[in-house]
């Protein structure tokens, strides 16, 4: 029998929709805080990347207190549906906060950043997007939709990412360049955030929990229903499974945050050309897009694990190629092989709001505790962490290359640095990755507890 379906092709681009809005803050901050700070406003690579990191330690507790938070919500705006219309003007206001530092002494000018990037990182932007990863629990139980709204999703989140990279720079220049310019570029993607985020959380309107109980989300016994934040992270930590997957988020981010962190650097001093960021994001999401697409088919036929491992796989062949183009700065195979590397991540980004679900009915079933949004932490966590890793990792391998935002031409050592950031650290972490997600049999885990079950009962 086909399972019941619950969402309409208009809710499921009103969901995708969110992750555009997502990334009209986290691409736009991942990729451009960098060079922003380096080069515009004159500040260290290497005390940039400590801040950075320092930051993410706040923010590494605050995506499970975030999820924790909402799994205690009863509101008649919806557990997670809530918090992301809440959340929508702090993450605007804070976002242009940051790209506005002040013409003053360096010291204020360090201390401002970390207070607005941890703001935004660490609270608005955490809130916001715990709950809208956790939104697809609960507007539909359907599995096959669940992995829909992962297409749907990451689609807009290419769109998003393409658009990003390829406009900031034209955008920052016709606003004046300068500090100016970027406050003016950062008012603009925070409208963006906040219009596209509203209607996205107000299309999809949570099922109410009745109804979610009878599709299968089973009910669990009165004491587990209001558990504390220790007690959640003993539940997320005793799921080996929840481990896998915060890894393989944090590794997967980083890729893409180096990528584009990195990538404005190596096209304008190894390819001398910083147009063509733009160009190899378009030769970069396309193919994902594709890749995408195919998802629910391949998930359908082979599954999760196969689907994400086969995907992996390619991705890690064709980082080889690239690395040695890149190289040798040979733009065209470089794009050739840069195009197959991100189709074979397309499956993952398709699959990982089904797959953490999946992750979540492993602690349902063993434990009988509902900690959808604690587990979904995972995907906010990687994102932030994986980009707080990336950019701060990207700040301190500058400056241990002698890199310069300020001078006219680099040293050999700081091309040398940008060029391995862009081409080797891809294959490095893709590889990693690809174990891990060998270890991921979440899927397996499930059928095998159901089937215990089935015979005992």
């Known amino acids: 029998m086909e399972a019941k379906k619950y969402l309409n092709l208009r809710k499921k681009i009103a969901y995708g929709s969110g992750d555009m809005a997502s990334n009209f803050c986290y691409s736009f901050v991942s990729a451009f805080t960098m060079i922003y700070l380096t080069d515009t406003v004159g500040m260290n690579a290497g005390i940039i990347g400590m801040l950075i990191m320092l930051s993410r330690v706040f923010d590494g507790v605050s995506d499970v207190f975030a999820g924790n938070i909402i799994d ?31 013409n003053t002494d360096q010291i204020f000018q360090y201390a401002y950043f970390f207070v607005t990037y941890t703001l935004l990182n660490a609270v608005f932007y955490t809130l916001n997007n715990v709950a809208y990863a956790t939104l697809s629990v609960f ?17 807009f989140t290419c769109l998003a990412g393409l658009l990003v990279s390829s406009a900031t720079m034209s955008m920052v220049n016709a606003f004046g360049g300068g500090m100016t310019g970027w406050r003016r570029a950062a008012i603009v993607y925070s409208l ?27 009910e669990v016994p009165k004491e587990n229903e ?46 001398g050309d910083d147009t063509l960021l733009g160009l190899f994001s378009l030769v970069q999401m396309i193919p994902m897009i594709i890749g995408l697409a195919l998802t629910p088919m391949l998930e359908k036929r082979w599954g999760i694990y196969r689907t994400n491992l086969s995907g992996f796989a390619l991705t890690t062949i064709a980082c080889v190629p690239f690395l040695i183009f ?18 074979g991540r397309g499956p993952y980004s398709g699959n990982v709001q089904a797959l953490t679900a999946e992750i979540s009915a492993y602690t349902l079933r063993k434990d009988k505790v509902h900690v959808e949004g604690a587990m979904f932490s995972c995907s906010s966590m990687g994102v932030k962490v994986g980009a707080g890793i990336g950019n701060a990792l990207t700040g301190w391998l500058l400056e241990a290359s002698h890199y310069n935002g300020t001078a006219a031409v680099q040293p050999e050592s700081a091309l040398s640095m940008i060029t391995a950031m862009y081409v080797v650290l891809p294959l490095i972490f893709s590889a990693v990755t690809l174990i891990l997600l060998a270890l991921q049999k979440v899927e397996k885990a499930n059928k095998e507890w159901d089937e ?5 009962a």
Do not use: D
């Open 226 to 271: 209001q558990i504390g934040l220790l007690k959640t992270i003993k539940y997320l930590l005793k799921n080996k499974y929840y481990i896998y997957q915060l890894l393989i988020n944090i590794i997967y981010h980083l890729i893409m945050t180096i990528t584009s962190a990195a990538g404005i650097y190596y096209m304008t001093y190894i390819l």
């Open 139 to 155: 507007i539909t139980p359907n599995k096959q939709e669940r992995v829909q709204l992962g297409v749907f999703r990451f689609i």
């Open 326 to 343: 890149g190289i040798k700065g040979m733009v065209v195979p470089m794009m050739v092989s840069h195009a197959i590397a991100w189709f």
């Open 452 to 456: 215990k079950m089935l015979k005992k």
């Open 192 to 218: 963006g955030f906040a219009v596209i985020c509203f209607i996205s959380a107000w299309v999809c309107k949570e099922l109410p929990e009745s109804e979610l109980a009878v599709a299968g989300m089973q």
């Open 72 to 102: 205690k919500t009863h509101h008649r705006l919806g557990k997670a549906r809530s918090w992301m219309l809440w959340t929508i003007i702090p993450v605007a206001l804070v976002q242009i906060l940051m790209f506005s530092i002040p």
